[in-house]
């Protein structure tokens, strides 16, 4: 059951044939889709069974696997402290025809909406219970402890990735090592977290990561809305003020501001603002 397409590298679920897919996983998982439930993203797909759960499914290339496996949502399910949706099952699956593997976890439904996209435009209404609720998050995951190493953009981190992603759009004389590592959830933006109820949900990628990844990744997400990425500056500042928790902003900034940087995107100003603060308060440390 493989979807009709020339290389596994072009694929875009969000136009690709998914029926087969979603029979596969259906059968597997002894479930129902409910109809005009299905979400669809490049990389994954999302639906609602007939038993009141939700399952993502998604396609990812054999060399984005690492040693660790890809469970990451169904190792999650033991984050004790940690606001999510509960883990129920999962089914995985080596494609016949392509170097690619097929995962799809079950869990509970949302406890709300998501907020909104990756990167919002507009400030969302958030109760201060929800900033309670994702500062209790962050602190009890960074908490724990687990061999995972966070994969951002399935992309495996570490202190070479790290000093390589700041120096190429930020060359200078500041030390780039990272002196704490701590469970992230590592692709935390507006489109995986819910309200009014805080949740945080998508998985796969969690594991160590510099200190402040989370919080850093979550003040890009929001640099189009100033008042926003002050807030989520103001609740996360133990991040923001340590070591770590800056060079994760400049590593932020290098992601937005790098090679494939829009001209038109509205957080360029503001991360080249804030990275030229931090260079200099690295280079006095």
Known sequence: MTLPVSTSQAVDL?????????????????????????VRKRRSVGA????????????????KITDQGWNGAECAARLDGVAQPTWRAGVVWRDASEPVMWRADETDLL??????????????ELPDEWWEGFNASLDALATHQTRRVATPDTETITQTSVTESIGAVFPGDF??????WVPAHADLNWANVTAPV???????????????????SLWGSSLAVPSLADRVRHERRRDFESRDGKLMTLFVCSKILGPYAHPEDPRLEPARRMAGQVIEELQED
């Open 175 to 180: 030390d780039t090592t990272v002196r704490r």
């Open 198 to 216: 805080f949740s945080l949900f998508d998985w796969e990628d969690w594991g160590n990561a510099p200190q402040g990844l989370d919080s850093a």
């Open 14 to 38: 969000r136009v690709q044939p998914v029926d087969d897919v979603l029979d596969r996983v259906a059968w597997s998982l002894q479930v129902r889709f409910r109809p005009g439930t299905v």
């Open 48 to 63: 609602r069974t007939d038993r009141e759960t939700w399952i993502r499914i998604e396609r990812r290339l054999l060399d």
């Open 111 to 124: 406890p709300a909406a998501p907020v909104g996209n990756a990167i919002l435009s507009e400030a969302p």
